[in-house]
């Protein structure tokens, strides 16, 4: 199992959220999908909010937080990760960012795992090539952060997307350690 997957599965362990066991190919409900969407749709939001306002480490939160809530759709399929590839190249415009991060979430309207792991997928290359950060200790930091805040006080972030919105805004840890620049 892909080691990301792994940290959003011991996620929802912790949360006793339900999962699938891995290779069932389970599809979503139509309303875990509405869920999911309302949830990437809001991490994409504040993607975008992020970049409006020129704060890299708030883009970086943002595309991390919008990979964990595609691993857990993923995750909550009982499927793996996909490698999937993106054609995006930096060519100095936000707005290629804005409509290939917006295109993405649009197609997890579906709710086929590949097109969840596609997202997840995008945020590492747009970590890496447009905000140049480190996705993985990025990651890693937002997870225990996370699993602290659920072992603590059994806060979920996948209530709904309000609570979600709110959660994420409070207790993001500081990522500037993670940009290389």
């Not at 011991?10 to 309302?38: C, G, K």
């Not at 939001?45 to 480490?57: F, P």
């Not at 997202?119 to 993985?136: E, K, M, P, Q, S």
């Amino acid at each position: 199992m892909h080691e990301h997957l792994k940290s959003v599965s011991a996620f929802h362990v912790a949360l006793a959220f339900p999962h699938t066991a891995p290779d069932s190919n389970r599809r979503l409900s139509d309303m875990e999908i509405v869920n999911y969407q309302a949830l990437l749709m809001e991490a994409g939001a504040d993607v975008l909010t992020a970049i409006k306002a020129g704060e890299m480490v708030e883009i970086l939160a943002g595309l991390v937080n919008l990979a964990y809530v595609a691993l857990a759709a993923v995750a909550r399929q009982g499927a793996e990760v996909i490698d999937k590839p993106v054609a995006w190249q930096q060519d100095g415009y936000v707005l290629s960012v804005m409509k290939i991060i917006s295109d993405n979430i649009n197609h997890c309207t579906s709710g086929h795992s590949d097109n969840y792991s596609a997202v997840y997928c995008l945020c590492i290359h747009l970590t890496r090539g447009f905000v140049n950060a480190d996705f993985d200790k990025a990651f890693q930091m937002i997870h225990a952060n996370t699993i602290s805040r659920v072992t603590t006080s059994g806060e979920s972030l996948y209530s709904d997307a309000e609570h979600f919105r709110q959660l994420k805004l409070q207790k993001t840890p500081d990522l500037s350690e993670c940009l290389y620049e």
